[in-house]
Structure formats: C-alpha cells, structure tokens
C-alpha cells in the first residue's frame, strides 16, 4: 500500500483509522521513502520479497509472484512498454481475493496501488532511475 | 437418520447429506466444477484455487437468530471472495454459482497462472489425449497466453523416480495429489515436496527411490504428465487404443482392469496390450490397482508361448495337429480310468476348473487343486457371503490376519484392510514376521513359524471382547504348513457363518483358488505320492517339477503325463503331450476372488497361433472319451456349472456383467475428477452364495 | 448481294480458323515439359529434416489424429544419446501413409507443431498394387542436406535436453 498523503502522518495505527485512507494495517510496519526514490524500485523490491517467501502452495501466488517479478524486472531495467506495466496491474489484480493465504493478496496490494498513484514512476524514461 | 441439506447450485435445487463438499454435491447432479488437487477418495487441500465458486448463504440476524427475510425469501449474502468448493461443506439455503461472471472469470485467470509455467509439451506427452489440463484449457481458458514465452520456469525433465515411474518436474503443477496418496491412501510416504514457492518440486525420500507396490496409481492421478509409466513411455495416443475389460489374474483380490490394445507395426501387424488401468470397482479394487498387476501381464505375450500341440516321439518333443494330440490324450486317459489324476490350480478360470472337474468325476479319478492353502475348503463352509465389502468395515469390525503378509501377497486387501483399520476397525495380526500393516493394528501377536494356528486359538482368551463382542469379524489367513491354521481360524467364525461382513478369506497363492475349491478341488498334499500311484496325470497350469514338489524320476516309474499351459513349463518338458491353451487376455472367463466374488473378464487380443481355451481343450478331450461337456463358448459352461454347483446358483454371464451406479463417478469425460481410472460398464461381479452351510 | 452474306460470314469463320493455327498453343507436352506447381500446391508428403539432419518429425501423431482420412499410422520411441532421431524425447519409428486414403487436404500439415511434415510438389504417384501405396517412413523422409548426418546419430548428453525443440512462429 503506497501513500504520498499527509493525512497519514495524523491518522492512528488501528484497524478502522487505518481503513480510511484506503491502506490496511497489515503487521502494523510502515516504510518511510522520500520522493527521490523512483517506485519502481521498491515494487521490485517488495515483489521480490513475497516471490521468494511464497510457499508455493496456491497457484495465484506461487505463478502470480513469479510473473509479477520477472515483469517488474523488465520495467526496471527499462525494457519494458506500457503494456507491460498494465499487464503487471492486472496480474497483480488477477491474484487478489484468490489466494489460499493473505502472503499472496498483501503482495499484490503495494503493486496495485503504485501502478495507480504513481504511473510515472513506471515508465521507460523513469527506469534505472534515481534508488534509495 | 442422516440429515439431509438443501441448497441451490446454478439454479438448481438438490438436497445431499450433511457435510457433503460442494463440489461433490454438483457432481451429483452433473455440473462439473473444475478441480486439480482435489480427489473425491482423498481430504480436500484448497491448494490449486481452480474451483473457486460464488457462494451465498442465508443471512441471519445476530440478534434474533433469525434468517433475514426480503419479499418472503431469505436474504441472502455472498462472500466477499469466492471460496473453493472442493473444502466447503453445504449449508442449508445455500446458494452456489459455479457458471456467474466471476466465477468464470477467476477459472480462466487459474488456468492462465498455471499454464505460464507449464511446458509446450502436449506433443511429446503421453498425458496428452486423457490429460484433464488440455481439457479445462479447451473449456475454460484463454487461447492466447500473456507471458513472454523465454521467462518460462525450467526445471529437470525427465528424473527416474524408480525403475517404473517417470517425473517431469517442469510439468508439475504442485498439486499435490500423489503426495496425498502416498500418505493418507497407500500409508507410505515416500512421496514429498521440497523447497517452496516456484521452485517446488516433488521428491522421493526412500530408497530405492518411490518405494511403493501402489506407486503406478500416481499416474493415474496426476492431472498432467509429470508422472508416467515408463512400461507406456511413448506408446501410443489414448484415442488410438482399444479397451477390453478384464480380471487381474495374479493374486485373489481380483483387481478389475481395463487393458487397452493396439494393432501395432512393431509387433509385426499383430494386436498387441499397451497398457493395464484400474477399472472401477467399489466392493473390489476402487480406483486403485498393484505395481504387480499393471505391469504383470507381459508374459502373455511373451516369445515363448506354446502355438502348437507336442507329442513325445522316440524321446523328443514334436508338433503335431490337435486332433492326433487329443486322440493320444484321450487314449491314455481311456486307459487309466480311475488312476488318473487331475492336478490343476487356481491360474485357472472357473469354466475350465469345471471342466476339468466334471471329466475327472467320469473317469473317476481325482481332482486335484496345486499348490493352494491347506484346510481351505474351509471357506466354502466359513467364507464371507454376499453383501461383504470391506469398504463398510470400520468400528464394530474386527480384521484378524493370521500368517500372510498381505501388502505382499495382496497388495490391494493390505490397503483396503488399513483404510478400515483407520476407519475404526480393530486389526489384529498374528505373524512370525513383522509386516507393513502392523503399524495399524491394535494387537499384534508373534508366533514361530507353523505357530499360528496355537496363537489364534488363544486369541479369545486373550482378547476376549475384541473378538468375540465385535460386531463383525473378518479372519484373513495365509500359509502356515498344515491345515491347522485354516481350522483354528474357522473356528472363530464358526457362529457368524452366513452374516454379511464375517467370515473366512484365504489369502490363496493364485487368482481362482476359492473357485477351485466351491467346485469340488481338493487341495493336494504330498504330490510325490500322488506321482508315485497316478497312471496318467493331467495338469493343467500348474509347474510342480520345475517349483520341486515332484521330483523327476526315470521314465519306466514316471506316470504318463498330459500337460495343458502357455509355456514349456520343467513339467512340460518332461512331459509326454503338450497342449498349448489360451491366455486369460485371449478369451472370456471367469475367476471368483478371495472374497468370493465372480467377475468375468473378456478378452483383449486374439488367441495366439493355434491355442485353445482351456474348458475347449477338455471337452474335446471328454468328447473323444464318450461323454459329453460344453465346450463352445465360456457362457455355455457357465450355464452348466450354475445349473449343477450350488454356491454357482443363479449366476450367469449376463448377470455378471450387470452394472449398478458407483460413486465416485470415474471416467465419462470428466478426467480431472477422479483419474484415468476406466468408468465399469462391463460388470460388477456376483457374490457367490454360502449353499454348503453346515450349523 | 444476297449471296455474298453467307460467304462473308463462312469467311469470317475460317479466319478464325486460319488465325488460330498461328496462335501459340497453351498445351503443355507433358511428360517431356512439366508446368511448374504453385507455391502451396498440395502434392506427396514429405518429412523434413533440420540443416543438421535430425529428423524434425518427433512422433506425436498430431498429423494421425487430425487427418480425415485415417491415412497415418505413426508409432512412437524414445530417442537416446547413442541413438539420436529428432532433437527431443520422442522420435517416430515407425511412420507410414496410406496413399489411396488421403486425401491431400493439407490438414496434417496444418497439424504438426514442428512443420515436419508437409505436402510437397511431387503429383507423380502411381502404384500398381494397393500395398505399393503404403509408403512407409523410408519413402517419405527427405533425403540428408549437405551440411548434415544421416540419422541415427550420435550426440553429446545434454546437447538435447528439452522434451520439444523450441520452435520459432513460421515464417510462409
């Protein structure tokens, strides 16, 4: 869940609050990035992350990380078109609210709202970009 | 009385027992939902989210307890997600929606998941025909794939998981059935998945690896073609066999099978079996079926195979036509009257025991059954009568298995004999040896060698209740040495004979002991003295030179000796004429299984060269003789010998081939549900009854 | 002038007569000159090899189950290094074509996924017995390129490790 909103610096950790701003409270861990960080990075990085944790079980997940990753991969290193990036938007989609586990929604949710908010940050001219 | 759930699926209404699955209760009424992981004889996972469905359930108010009503219905509220049908139970009022928009939508996204990581193998895989991904692909997916094809997921192609089975882990699709069935069904867990996510793969963990006697049944199973057989790897297109239906004839559970053939250029233009699968069979097999008879059935089309008749001539064996090998034949046996003896043995179908039977009692001699379990004729007395199924056995039910390891000897009794251990069943096991079913019995007892029949006359003492106050009680019994084991274990029976689900099953050497023995064989013992004082022996499928029950003696003191087999046996090498007969695979037959069941099997390829059937060969021999046996089809024999066997009474070939609807529904198009079993459409089989009950 | 009407038209039709004596004739003397097919002309069957000369042919009976006909009879086996057919798991070792059956609609070829058989130019097929007709795998496989070897071959292991060679889109 990605959100560039100063409301949040004033919104409570719980459930409903968190709600409110269209973000979940997941295991209550917030990452702080300041807007030299081009997102594409940090999808990959979170994408990587939930591919190597799946556990394999399910097939949204276990194939649906694994297509996420090597399309993210793509968008980084800028080989990518703008269908990809709609393609990695609907994949991402394509696994919620079918996965035997929340591992697999939460993985798509940083995705889906990235592609949503910050479109410019997966483009090519943005790709192999500013890092953290 | 069970409770009884109504609900709607698709818009219809259908009411199932309480706790059925959903996907189970579409079936019933045949909407096939897809499904990969789940199998109908195997717990439910959720794992491959292909039957994710819409459901909808009564809402009720909390505070009331009362379902919602809108407009005289109750109000119903779907999920926020689908769920998988294969692990919810019914409820009542539910309603289900297996063909909406979103329901078919997400079977198209799981199919396009799992086909980004599956190979472009269908040409080169033997699933491919039969294969339940091709067929939800066709029905339910997207011609078009998204996924640039040089991402794809490769992993090892093809890895020997033993000698019999092959794996293609880029074929996987981790549903995790052969897992599943290695664990909860077969009881050996020598199947698992290692490492996670999109690296997992399947694994072996025994050595040798995949350690199993049901390890063919995985293929039949994987709804792709990551498991085959290496014994079909390559051999033909499922649509380019034919099926016959048949009986395994390699131990006395009677497996059915399904053998598919083909007319094949490598075989020089002749119709050759490709493959054995498991037929469905309930009361019999299941859906399963033993490394050793999927594989077993070569030897009949092996190069050896007698084609001709031999007649010893100046101490050499020569072909010769059939009418001067009958002739000769009938001349000795016309000779030797009521020295001649009968040795046959449970290879045997009933039709040719018959014959045989009946042509010893006209030259009054004997009729002899080789090699079989002594005191079992007891089980024409004590034997389990019709409405027996083990599947029904659980808590009430004691098994006692006295000297037979039956995961070698039976394989397919070993799994079915666990499953009611762990359905309740008390097992009790009285062996010398330590077995694979020890780890589900209750009690086990040892005994030496030639023991057990001491230890199961204690066996009430010692158990007390567990035996004498169980409901039902079951006494399977081996080979101990003397016919002592056969008696003791009688006795234990003795006062449920006649009841459903009690009795006495004789773990018999061959497939058709127990017919031999309801038609009047009586077990040989000591066959050197029988040697010794016969004039002429006939013996028909049995090898006792070359197994050394008789020993080879000259030829002055021999007896005159008629052989009647596939192969050119010691014994028939020895002998003095050959008559070659047909495989079970070539004609129709019946065999009547440990559990006293008949089922008849038809056959799959044509008879070899100039072979006969059997009951044939005999009521030519008898015609030559003077006296009259039927010998034009198996059907007509079979007619005779219901009309003159008692426990036989009623039974016929049409009768044995009559069906009666099994669940789960197996074959018919719907691979993905239940395996590439065969649906049974040829015959379930009839229990035979117990007429020679003595109180 | 009555009489000349007639004439004139009796002459009208020998001039056609005449001209078409010195029109070049479309007759094409076969068999000394054959007119050449067309590019998608539909003739005898031919198995293809790659430029090294294994056998494109992997022996999953696509061509058999999609011809109308029943003219194909195909047998499958298992390639191994020492004995190398096709560059993958499966090779056809027994491949035959019932001539009189088919029916040269082209659906075979339309089925085989790695365009190893396909309908050639050759229209010249006669037979004298119904059993000549049956062309076996001999008869139908093309012969070896320059640059390759006859098959069987012998390879290196893992040179040919996937089940199916992997193809491109075709090209024609």
Known sequence: MILADDKALDTPMDYASVRTLGADLGSASVIVINDSVSLDWVINKTIHFFKHESCGKCTPCREGTYWMLHLIERIERGEATKENVELLHQVAKQMQNKCLCPLGEFSTMAVTTAIERFPADFTPSSAGGKHG | MAKMVSLTIDGRSISVLEGTLIVNAAKTIGIDIPVFCYHPKMEPVGMCRQCLVEVGRPMIDRSTGQPVMEGGQPKIAFGPKLETACTTPVSEGMIVLSQSEKAKASQKEILEFLLTSHPLDCPVCDKGGECPLQNLTMEHASPQSRFIYDEKHHAEKHVALGDKIWLDRERCIQCGRCIRFQDTVAGEPVLAFYQRGRATDIITNSEPPFDSIFSGNTTDICPVGALTTADFRFGARPWEMKAAASICSLCPVGCNVTFNTRREAKANGKVVIKRALPRQNEQVNEIWMCDRGRFGWHYTESEERLAKPLVRKNGKLEKVSWGKAISLAANLLADSKKDAVVLASGRLSNEDLFNLKQLADGLGGEALLYDSLPGGELTTTYGVPAGTNISDMGAGTTIVVAASDLYHETPIWHLRVKQAAERGATLVIVNSEATKLDKYAKHIVRCEKGGAAKKVNGLVKEFGDAISAAENLVVFFGADGSSALAEACAELVKSRAGKPNNGLIGVWPRANDQGALELGFKPARDLQAVFDRASVVYVAGADPIGDGAVNAKNKKQRPFVIVQELFLTETASLADIVLPAQAYTERDGSYASGERRVQRFYPAVPPLGETKADYAITAQLAAELGFELEGRSARLVMDKLAASVKSFTGISYRKLAEVTEQWPIIGRGDLYYGGTSYQNSQGLGVHLSLENKKA | ?172
């Open chain 3, 1 to 172: 002038m009555r009489v000349l009407e007639p004439l004139i038209g009796l002459g009208k039709g020998l001039w056609v007569t005449l001209r078409s004596m010195f029109e070049k004739p479309v007759t094409v003397q076969y068999p000394e000159h054959k007119k050449p097919v067309k590019p998608r002309f539909r003739g005898r069957h031919v198995l293809k090899r790659y430029e090294n000369g294994l056998e494109k042919c992997i022996g999953c009976a696509l061509c058999a189950a999609a011809c109308p006909a029943d003219a194909i009879f195909v047998e499958s086996s298992e390639n191994t290094d020492e004995k190398r057919f096709s560059p993958g798991d499966r090779y056809a070792s027994t491949y035959e074509i019932n001539m009189l059956r088919c029916i040269y609609c082209g659906f075979c070829e339309e089925a085989c996924p790695t365009e190893a058989i396909i309908l050639g130019d050759n229209y010249e097929l006669s037979f004298t017995d119904r059993r000549q007709a049956i062309y076996p795998k001999e008869m139908l496989i093309e012969p070896v390129l320059a640059n390759g070897q006859p098959t069987p071959q012998k390879t290196e292991p893992g040179k040919f490790t996937r089940s199916v060679p992997e193809m491109k889109d075709p090209v024609d």
